[in-house]
């Protein structure tokens, strides 16, 4: 680990966890710029929406030492985006929840895909990290070509949509690949 690695702190989000969660605005305007790598939806959508798992698992890993970038991928590239374990199974079983009006269905990103055929916003996925211990995977090494880091109730739920050929299914979908740096 590089001197400067160390020396990055992510602040916490203050009362993660309470009803009165810190706004994601407060949250942010108290990150330094070595973080500023990090693209702010991914800051809000992984890092102070999951706090406490990102925290223990992923922060070792210094994610603002990542590459981002925005891409755009067909349904067949998201059905590449694996995950360690028994993962993609369990996400296909909640994918039919999600696309035969089941109570999953009604969860608000839910209804917004089942509408819109797309995320509301994109997951986030790691590009040829099969070189790397997944920080919650037992031991076991990324997946390849794509590891799923953060998005597992929309990608079930696009998943579900795909393979039940749901009629609003969009062809292309936006997804935050990370090049992850050791």
Not at 53 to 81: A, G, T
Not at 137 to 166: D, T, V, Y
Request: hydrophobic share 40%; net charge negative; glycine share 6%.
């Amino acid at each position: 680990m590089s001197s400067r690695a160390s020396t990055v702190v992510y602040p916490a989000v203050a009362r993660w966890g309470d009803i009165d969660r810190e706004s994601f605005d407060s949250y942010y305007a108290r990150w330094p710029p070595e973080l500023r790598t990090i693209p702010r939806s991914v800051a809000e959508d992984w890092i102070h929406r999951h706090w406490r798992d990102f925290h223990e698992y992923w922060e070792p890993l210094q994610p603002h030492r990542w590459r981002f970038s925005l891409q755009r991928f067909s349904n067949e590239r998201i059905l590449s985006v694996d995950h360690v374990l028994e993962w993609i199974p369990e996400l296909d079983a909640e994918g039919v929840e999600y696309v035969n009006g089941a109570e999953r269905s009604r969860a608000g990103f839910a209804q917004f895909m089942l509408a819109q055929g797309t995320f509301p916003v994109p997951i986030l996925v790691a590009e040829n990290a099969g070189h790397i211990v997944h920080p919650r995977g037992f031991g076991e090494k990324m997946k390849q070509p794509f590891q799923l880091i953060e998005g597992h109730c929309r990608l079930a739920c696009i998943r579900g949509m795909i393979q039940s050929r749901h009629k609003r299914l969009q062809e292309q979908h936006e997804v935050w690949v990370a090049e992850l740096r050791e």
